[in-house]
């Protein structure tokens, strides 16, 4: 049921966290994270360079990293607002000249991070060398690119508008906008004019009694949230697997394709409904290792703990409940006595045989009963409640 997982946004627009990953790591056989500047400056601030690079050489993590930056160009002309969709990257400044390579401007980053030119330059080395580099501006992920794409998505007026709809309501205690939303944009050569009734002093004055206040919004913004449902769609297609991105571009990116996400969300409501019924009035894993309460070297730890409750997890039925195969599965004989008795006891031989020549021949002497009893004992809620629960629960 968890396959493989990619990892873009946090729900809310903000940067992947260490706690996210974790999550992503206990639940999926397979991670990619789309690496972008805030979220490698995020994991280097709650991880560090080392532990990073520790989680790139594991066998169930990819990574790309996407240097570019995506967004909404504006300029004045006269009263009159132009727009235009850009992909850039921040190439140096007048202290530094200009920064030509991505080796060049990682490095630069780093240090103005704090970080020694000795460890930006071994972890620039290091991190580029596991992890390639990816442009939105290029055909690698869209033929013809994002942006372009993003602008004729735009010109579909209907789209745009839905798409608007979306984006205001998807902020918490979001403003609705009615059916009489008007929208029109024109299209010429130096850039495109947008022309809405949107009333934007309304919605900004709802947004700043939210706590905290929420950031006035802007046409440009609302052009951004469709640059970047388009960037979501193209790398969700690309890649394949659960997607995981913000609440914001996630409903713009149904508004079109209503099913696209249906087997992501599915999974993602899933994990929160098990966290919830099986692990009441505790934090989750991802806020667990965020708050600082337990650090990622101790979920590593867990992790190394967890291979049969992963085994279980992959092995859970999609169209069915996981909570429900759950408790059936901890009431039942035991899902591992559905396994073939020799397909056990081989399996077992073998790795012991692998790892240790004079241990592997005892293990032949071994009989059904031994095996059975050893393997045939394990339940899901052995590693939930006696690993993960008071991994989580609060000191």
């Known amino acids: 049921m968890f396959e493989h997982i990619v990892l873009r946004r946090a729900e809310g627009g903000l940067a992947i966290s260490a706690g996210q990953i974790a999550e992503a790591l206990l639940y999926y056989q397979k991670l990619h994270i789309v690496i972008d500047r805030g979220t490698l400056f995020q994991l280097i601030k709650q991880i560090g360079l080392g532990r990073i690079l520790t989680l790139l050489h594991r066998s169930d ?6 240097e570019e930056m995506l967004g909404t ?34 490095k630069h980053e780093l240090e103005r991070n704090g970080i020694s030119k000795s460890e ?28 372009a794409a993003a602008k004729r998505d735009l010109l579909d007026i ?17 403003y609705v906008v009615g059916d009489d939303l008007q929208l029109e944009v024109i299209d010429t050569d130096l850039g495109f004019y947008v022309f809405t009734n949107l009333d934007l002093q309304l919605i900004n004055g709802e947004r700043a009694k939210a706590t905290p206040p929420i950031d006035p919004l802007t046409i440009a913004h609302l052009l951004s949230n469709v640059l970047d449902a388009r960037a979501d769609l193209a790398l969700a297609s690309f890649y394949g697997g659960d997607f995981v991105t913000s609440a914001v571009t996630s409903s713009i990116i149904q508004a079109r394709h209503e ?9 993602v409501e899933s994990r929160k409904h098990f966290s919830e019924v099986i692990l009441p009035d505790t934090p989750s894993l991802a806020e667990a290792i965020d708050s600082g309460e337990r650090s990622f070297d101790e979920f590593l730890v867990l992790l190394d703990r967890a ?10 039925n999609p169209d069915e409940n996981l909570v429900r195969t759950y408790m059936r599965d901890i009431s039942s004989e035991g899902w591992v006595k559905r396994l073939p008795a020799k397909s056990v006891r081989y399996m077992l031989t073998l790795a012991l045989d692998a790892t240790n020549p004079v241990v592997g021949i005892l293990a032949g002497i071994f009989d059904n009963f031994v095996i059975e009893k050893l393997l ?18 609060k000191y």
Do not use: M
């Not at 993590?61 to 996407?66: E, G, K, L, N, T």
């Not at 930006?120 to 690119?145: C, D, M």
């Not at 291979?307 to 859970?316: H, I, Q």
């Open 120 to 147: 930006a330059r071994r972890f620039t080395k290091q991190f580029l060398a596991r992890v390639p580099i990816r442009k939105f501006s290029g055909g690698h992920f869209l033929k013809g690119g994002i942006t």
């Open 376 to 393: 045939s004992g394990w339940r899901p809620n052995h590693f939930v409640s006696g690993k993960l629960s008071p991994f989580v629960q």
């Open 158 to 174: 209907e789209f745009s508008k839905q798409a608007f709809r979306c984006a205001i309501a998807s902020t918490k205690d979001g």
């Open 307 to 316: 291979g049969r409750f992963k085994d279980w997890l992959k092995a859970v």
């Open 73 to 106: 160009q504006t300029d004045l002309v006269g009263v009159t607002q132009r727009h235009n969709y850009i992909a850039f990257t921040l190439s140096g400044n007048k202290d530094v000249g200009e920064l030509k390579s991505p080796e060049d401007r990682l």
């Open 61 to 66: 993590v990819s990574a790309v990293y996407c």
């Open 259 to 267: 099913e696209f996400l249906r087997r992501s969300n599915l999974n």
